[in-house]
């Protein structure tokens, strides 16, 4: 399968441990540029552990962990951040109570100016936040809105196209469709594949197979820890893979159950 | 709500969907807001009852008890958007001022070093609460709390120990007073009224730090560690250091405080500024800032000061019993803030 020059990322045979629970075992995942690889599984399978190995929060046990070709061991997010892999977590994206420019910049601010007249260049933070969402799609009615009044898609635009801005070659996105409706989620999945169409390879965790099949182009499936399932986009079908996910024959119980008090 | 409208071609093109937004509601949402209308009824209030109140010399007097409460309000609020809170603030200005005149009393000739040597003992303390608070990730309230009764604890005994009594020597007649007093108490006279040179501290305070909070990077970090210290962290800005600095301007505006506490009156009382901390506090929530974080202004904070020095002179010209301020202060404080909740709520409702 691993047969392309070399992936943006690769993981092979990951494992992690917090003392004797096995939280991850024998996880392979491949990134190329220009993909979307997708992680999925139900909540408890691991895909939380597996995103932070990758973002630099935990380091994996066992395993190799290469960054185009080099086998690394992060040190902590901005380690992961200064070779080029930024996550964009559900919640961790922005602060709410600030525009949508400071948020933009937050931590990577431009400024102008010599010693004590040094200051924001705030004219460069708007336009560029403006012409940076544009590029990306996102047409935003004020950038000096406080981000929090932005609906949850598109702050999770906004997150996606600053990792973009930043140059990002790896965007890690976790569950960004998870607290959204069916609208929502098309803006932000229409955004992935922005982002992919920009060469970035993006790590799509989540736990909707449809979303998944929509715009993915590997899949990895875990399961209390383990990898389940591991397929490209022509290896499986749609209905296979909401199968596997879902747990075959568990699922099939479930829908007799629920289905016989409608009477259809 | 989402964009799915086509991309503008222009950048200065006025949007369309902006109408909603009126030049009112973008002025209801300035944190000053509240504070400004409340600052202009409190002036209104006391024109009307104390016919004193209007005289020039009456303006001096005014601003110079917001100036006292103004210099400490400033770095509070930055705190306060900065998410934490500092109960020692009160108290340190007292122990900024008993270093200062006890050292140069003590130890030298010039009181000149006792005001250097203030100066780095109180940085220290500040260190010391921003650097416990972000190594124990205990509240800030606990933690200065804990330097509160410390330093309280602290300004008597030592002061009884190395003087005798709860108050300092006279540092009056010692070298470099002249001086001190001139940077720190002096006063000048423009168009027949007095105006203390804290006035002008207070103001420059003022200036520097709106200039810090909206056009400096470290102002954009102050706003993203008050409104969500995770976030931050997470692209990158330095949580901790921006904490400590913040506890560090507390300290420098403390040690200002301290200094003319020293140099108006020669002499320091050790029991001195316990509760002064909330007093901060209340003129910085006053002023727009969210007893959260995240959000607020110094020049808020300036504008809560103002109302407070308007309000405990106001009753003494309008010959109240001063018994009235405290309530007037309660009032004041709730409608702050529960305009400031109303905003918080508007801001974020609509996600």
């Not at chain 1, 392309?4 to 491949?30: H, M, Q």
């Not at chain 1, 552990?49 to 997010?77: M, Q, S, Y």
């Not at chain 1, 933070?125 to 898609?153: F, H, K, N, Y």
């Not at chain 2, 009156?265 to 050790?270: A, E, I, L, N, P």
């Amino acid at each position: 399968m691993t047969t392309e020059p070399t992936p943006l990322v690769e993981l092979a045979d990951v494992s992690k441990y917090y003392g004797n629970i096995r939280a991850l075992e024998g996880v392979s995942l491949e990134v190329n540029a220009g993909e979307i690889s997708c992680v999925l599984g139900d909540n408890g399978a691991g895909k939380s552990t597996l995103i932070k190995i990758v973002a630099g929060l935990h380091r994996h046990d066992a395993g190799t962990f290469r960054i185009e070709g080099e086998e690394v061991t992060l040190a902590n997010p901005r380690d992961a951040l200064d070779r080029g892999i930024a996550t964009v977590y559900q919640d961790l994206a922005v602060v709410p109570l600030m525009p949508v420019w400071r948020n933009f910049f937050l931590g990577s601010e431009p400024t102008k100016g010599k010693g004590p007249l040094k200051r924001l260049d705030v004219e460069l933070m708007r336009t560029t936040t403006r012409e940076a969402l544009l590029r990306m799609g996102i047409d935003l009615r004020d950038v000096d809105q406080p981000i929090g009044t932005l609906s949850g898609g598109e702050r999770q635009c906004v997150a996606i196209a600053r990792a973009v801005h930043f140059g990002a070659k790896v965007l890690v996105l976790d569950e960004p469709t998870a607290a959204l409706g069916v609208k929502q989620s098309g803006v932000v999945l229409k955004y992935v594949a922005a982002a992919r169409d920009e060469g970035l390879g993006v790590v799509l965790i989540t736990h909707n197979p449809h979303h998944a099949y929509l715009v993915g182009d590997r899949f990895v499936l875990l399961k209390r820890g383990v990898m389940a399932a591991s397929h490209t986009k022509d290896s499986v079908t749609l209905d296979e893979l909401t199968r596997q996910m879902a747990g075959g024959s568990e699922l099939e119980d479930l829908r007799h159950e629920l289905e016989r008090p409608t009477g259809t | 709500m989402s964009s799915t409208a086509p991309p503008s071609n222009g950048v200065d093109h006025v949007d369309e969907r902006l109408l909603r937004t009126t030049p009112l509601k973008k002025l209801l949402a300035r944190p000053e807001l509240g504070s400004v209308v409340g600052a202009i009824a409190v002036f209104a209030f006391f024109a009307v009852v104390a016919d004193s109140f209007l005289k020039p010399s009456s303006l001096g007097t005014v601003l110079y008890a917001a100036s006292t409460i103004g210099i400490m309000a400033v770095p509070v609020a930055l705190l306060m958007i900065g998410g934490e809170f500092d109960l020692s603030a009160g108290v340190l200005v007292t122990s900024s001022a008993l270093i200062s005149s006890m050292f140069s009393y003590q130890m030298t000739a010039n009181v000149w070093v006792g005001v250097g040597v203030s100066l780095l003992v109180t940085l220290a303390i500040g260190v010391f609460n921003g650097f416990m608070l972000t190594r124990t990730k205990l509240p800030s309230f606990i933690i200065t709390l804990g330097t509160f009764l410390m330093l309280t604890g602290l300004n008597l005994g030592l002061t009884k120990l190395i003087s005798g009594t709860v108050s300092t020597k006279s540092v009056a007649d010692m070298e470099g007073f002249p001086s001190a007093r001139k940077l720190f108490a002096s006063e000048a006279t423009i168009g027949g009224v007095e105006f203390k040179v804290t006035i002008l501290w207070w103001l420059g305070l003022v200036a520097l730090a709106t200039w810090i909070l909206l056009r400096t990077r470290f102002g954009n970090w102050i706003f993203a560690v008050g409104g969500g210290a995770d976030a931050a962290r997470a692209v990158g800005v330095p949580v901790h250091r921006t904490k400590i600095g913040l506890y560090m301007g507390v300290a420098f505006c403390a040690w200002i405080s301290g200094q003319h506490l020293l140099f108006s009156f020669d002499v320091v009382q050790s029991g001195e500024g316990v509760g002064n901390e909330l007093i901060y506090i209340i003129a910085a929530v006053i002023g727009g800032c969210l007893i959260t974080g995240g959000y607020g202004s110094a020049i808020g904070s300036a504008v809560g000061a103002l109302i407070f020095g308007m309000t405990s002179k106001g009753i003494v010209y309008a010959e109240w019993n001063p018994d009235w301020f405290k309530f007037f202060l309660g009032a004041m404080l709730l409608l702050a803030t529960l305009l400031n909740a109303w905003i918080r709520k508007r801001v974020e409702a609509t996600k």
